[in-house]
């Protein structure tokens, strides 16, 4: 066996593996667009609109925003999570590229919010600290909101905000079989868009 043949072998089969264990493999029982039409039904809004096997995006009439909605999977052991990320876009005062994460601050009870920078401009990250701490209406629903991640780029001419809530969620276990739907709130549904729409308010003009 030439040396060609063996190395072509061997990247075959690491392609291989890689596919097998990749985290973008849809895990066993996972059924498309189910969590999303859940997510539907409890965000009880027009402007909801399916736009492929695990897309839809809807439309805030009343603030001219379009928000895309896509699921998540995550797999476990005998299980897996189906998340629901909610992302907008909104267009930027100068084009570049930078990243920041989101959370709350505290460990028990939460103290404030904390802005993470993991690429960018340090300029930026201050000016993003600041038009976050200026708006206290986004500040006040940020802190109600029980999301998971929040992440903030800024992508050549745009902004994108993506949102991932601990409710809008599935869960789906094999042993012992049983599949539940995790509700968003009344509140934190409404938290959520207020989250969106600030942002859009935030970041226009950034």
């Known amino acids: 066996m030439s040396l060609a043949t063996l190395t072509t072998g061997i990247s075959t089969m690491l392609q291989k593996l890689s596919e097998m264990f990749s985290a973008q493999r849809a895990p066993a029982g996972y059924r498309p667009g189910v969590t999303l039409e859940y997510l539907r039904r409890n965000l009880a809004r027009e402007g909801f609109t399916s736009t492929g096997p695990a897309t839809a995006v809807l439309i805030l009439e009343e603030a001219d925003l379009q928000i895309d909605i896509v699921e998540r999977t995550e797999s476990q052991l005998l299980m897996h999570l189906v998340m629901t990320q909610f992302m907008i876009r ?7 590229n930078a990243r920041f994460e ?10 404030g919010l904390k802005c993470r920078q993991r690429a960018g401009d340090p300029a930026l990250a201050a000016r993003l600290q600041a038009r976050l701490e200026e708006d206290q209406a986004l500040h006040q629903s940020l802190m109600v909101l029980d999301f998971k991640t929040l992440q ?4 050549g001419p745009q902004w994108q905000v993506r949102v991932e809530h601990m409710g809008g969620s599935e869960v789906v276990n094999r042993m012992p079989a049983f ?14 868009l207020n989250v969106l729409v600030g942002f859009q308010r935030v970041l226009s003009g950034l």
Request: aromatic share 2%; net charge negative.
């Open 179 to 192: 599949r539940r739907y995790i509700a968003l709130s009344g509140e934190q549904r409404q938290e959520l």
């Open 102 to 111: 989101l959370h709350h601050g505290g460990s028990i009870r939460r103290t």
């Open 152 to 155: 903030i780029d800024l992508d």
């Open 90 to 96: 909104v267009p930027a005062s100068e084009e570049g």
